[in-house]
């Protein structure tokens, strides 16, 4: 990390030409991409500059400026301006304006602001996200989509083979049958193969393409602003933008109730554990759920409410990779148990909704 503090200090300095230093105030968790973003503040003027520096992504932050542009239509007020874009000692760095200190992720989940007033942060976000999605809608082309679900299903693969939980290499039980909580369900490849079987949609929208409370940086007066735009652009299939907007809840805010317990017994994974989303957070994933009949017309097709699912699920087995970046090791096996879950739930009945989990407790005031 001082490697990063050292070129973030560097290029701050290379941008505004002076001699002082600017003040470090925050240092920003790694992304999935491994880019860490550096807070700076001025140490005269008290302007603050995000700095964010990443070696070797997948998409550059050059491609991602350019990406940005395209949301200026649709979201020109909550977007920061980027000041200043280099290479510094072999990382990429851009520098924007520091519209605010923290993500709405941060102060959800730190309790450093008024509950309701981040509820009203929150489903001022997904009111106007869902509003760019309506009147963006055209013809979906999957080879100009910025999130290819095929080539992402390949690096999620890829990426689990390298999974330990509870002791357990993921690789060495790759096909055996998963019990979770005394329910028998497919295997993790066969789950897997489950998810590739995704439809095409009938529609692309512009999207942020990653839309959740962790890039969203919380301003002053109830304002908001969408950072991280490596996954930007039109052609974005809405059914998985929805998981999203929907999947944070679980992937960052499930709270366990005991220490799960793994074990692979009789050529079978087992797996035992009991989770809650606390009862503070469930209105969030309430109002995310608002833009359930907006975007899907009511889920009258069996097959749209399965494939969302199954977008869920890829996203619950995605995060997996980065539970150690976030010092969240421990919900290893929760996730990996509501992947197989919602894999699995393409049912044939006429209850079959979206977002269902079953092993998933909701927490009740007493």
């Known amino acids: 990390m001082s490697e990063i503090v050292r070129v ?8 505004l030409r002076e001699q002082d230093d600017p003040e470090l105030i925050l240092i920003s968790f790694p992304g999935s991409s491994g880019a860490r973003v550096s807070i700076f503040r001025h140490s005269r003027t008290n302007f603050l500059y995000a700095v964010k520096c990443v070696k070797n992504s997948r998409v550059s932050l050059v491609d991602e400026i350019a990406r940005k542009e395209i949301l200026i239509p649709y979201l020109r007020d909550h977007l920061p301006k980027v000041l200043w874009c280099q290479i510094v000692d072999g990382f990429e760095v851009m520098i924007s304006e520091c519209t605010g200190v923290h993500t709405l992720h941060r102060l959800i989940t730190d309790s450093n602001m008024p509950q309701v007033y981040l509820l009203a942060v929150w489903k001022d976000v997904v009111e106007t996200l869902v509003h760019m999605w309506k009147i963006s809608q055209h013809k979906f082309q999957e080879a100009l989509c910025p999130r290819f679900f095929p080539a992402r299903i ?11 939980f509870g002791g357990v290499r993921l690789s060495e039980c790759w096909d055996l049958p998963v019990i979770i909580n005394g329910n028998e369900y497919f295997s993790v490849s066969e789950s897997l193969e489950k998810i ?11 999207c942020h393409g990653d839309p959740q409370p962790s890039n969203i940086v919380v301003g002053g007066s109830h304002t908001w602003y969408c950072v991280d735009w490596e996954w930007a652009g039109p052609h974005q299939d809405w059914r998985m933008m929805l998981a999203h907007l929907y999947g944070w809840w679980s992937t960052r805010c499930l709270v366990l109730t005991s220490k799960p317990v793994v074990r692979v017994y009789g050529k079978r994974l087992e797996i035992e554990y009991e989770a809650i989303i606390p009862v503070h957070l469930q209105p969030y994933r309430d109002i995310a759920m608002l833009a359930v009949p907006i975007m899907s017309n009511g889920f009258s097709n069996k097959e749209t409410v399965c494939d969302i699912n199954r977008f869920l699920s890829a996203l619950y087995f995605g995060e997996l990779r980065f539970l150690g ?3 969240r090791e421990v919900f ?19 209850s079959l909704q979206p977002f269902q989990f079953p092993q998933q407790k909701e927490q009740v005031n007493v």
């Open 325 to 327: 970046l976030w010092g």
């Open 332 to 350: 290893a096996s929760s996730m990996l148990a509501q992947a197989v879950i919602t894999a699995n739930q393409q049912g044939q009945g006429e």
């Open 154 to 164: 390949q690096r999620i693969k890829e990426g689990l083979q390298s999974v330990v």
């Open 196 to 206: 590739t079987q995704v439809g095409k949609p009938m529609m692309g929208v512009v």
């Open 8 to 15: 973030a200090t560097k290029a701050i300095r290379m941008m």
